[in-house]
């Protein structure tokens, strides 16, 4: 069992860069290949990044390569997007997920999700 606790979430305005942080317990996160998703008001969760357990190969949405930087610190349990060069249409919550062994797109385990709001 694997519980994410995401924060960090805010208001910001376009252009400006925000972190967020999702924390994990258990002592089996170092396993998991980690991913970050979205959900905009009215929209599907859409995929943004993943990294896979050892914190190397990020892979990013088309939307967010080059402005988001996914990382993970294993020792902490914790996994980290860096988005930069925010834009209003990045508005949504955003959840961590733990991914399937093996697979790089099957959730195990959600977070609850962190609001961002980028104003023009």
């Known amino acids: 069992q694997v519980q994410l606790v995401e924060s960090g979430g805010g208001l910001v305005q376009a252009g400006d860069s925000l972190r967020l942080s999702c924390a994990a317990s258990?002592?089996?996160?170092?396993?998991?290949?980690m991913g970050w998703f979205r959900q905009a008001p009215g929209k599907e969760r859409d995929f943004v990044a993943r990294?896979?357990?050892?914190?190397?190969?990020?892979y990013y949405a088309a939307s967010v390569k080059g402005r988001f930087t996914i990382t993970r610190d294993n020792a902490k349990n914790t996994v980290y997007p860096q988005m930069n060069s925010l834009k209003p249409e990045d508005t949504a919550v955003y959840y961590c997920?733990?991914?399937?062994?093996?697979?790089?797109?099957?959730?195990?385990?959600w977070g609850q999700g962190t609001q961002v709001t980028v104003s023009s």
């Open positions: 997920a733990a991914l399937r062994f093996g697979s790089s797109s099957v959730v195990d385990y």
């Open positions: 990294i896979n357990s050892s914190g190397s190969s990020p």
């Open positions: 258990g002592r089996t996160f170092s396993r998991y290949a």
